[in-house]
Nanobody, 121 residues
Framework: VQLQASGGGLVQAGGSLRLSCAAS????????MGWFRQAPGKEREFVAA????????YYADSVKDRFTISRDSAENTVYLQMNSLSVEDTAVYYC???????????????WGQGTQVTVSS
């Protein structure tokens, strides 16, 4: 599967952005989908994930109640709605796909190219 992330940009603290990740192929529904982020000088970290069916979602504590992950099987796309953004959310955001994995970046098989999110104070 090929992944194409988009939707990043520059936003003021307190603002919102919605990231999209479009997947190619006919097997989208067989993949758990995750969002990860990496800030300069830091390791890539888990942000959110959604199960193959879309019935279960997972969030890092740092984004819980602010971010919402969703998926549209008809569009082969996963979204990350980000609200109440803070400077600490500044990072490159990556989407990823895997048949099994949820939390561990090292175990995901497929990655998008990343989209920059910059939050200004």
């Amino acid at each position: 599967v090929q992944l194409q992330a988009s939707g990043g940009g520059l936003v003021q603290a307190g603002g919102s952005l919605r990231l999209s990740c479009a997947a190619s192929g006919r097997t989208f529904s067989t993949y758990n989908m995750g969002w990860f982020r990496q800030a300069p000088g830091k390791e890539r970290e888990f942000v959110a994930a959604i199960s193959r069916s879309g019935g279960t979602t997972y969030y890092a504590d740092s984004v819980k109640d602010r971010f919402t992950i969703s998926r549209d099987s008809a569009e082969n796309t996963v979204y990350l709605q980000m609200n109440s953004l803070s400077v600490e959310d500044t990072a490159v955001y990556y989407c990823a796909a895997d048949h099994v994995e949820i939390f561990r970046a090292s175990e995901y098989d497929y990655w998008g190219q990343g989209t920059q999110v910059t939050v200004s104070s």
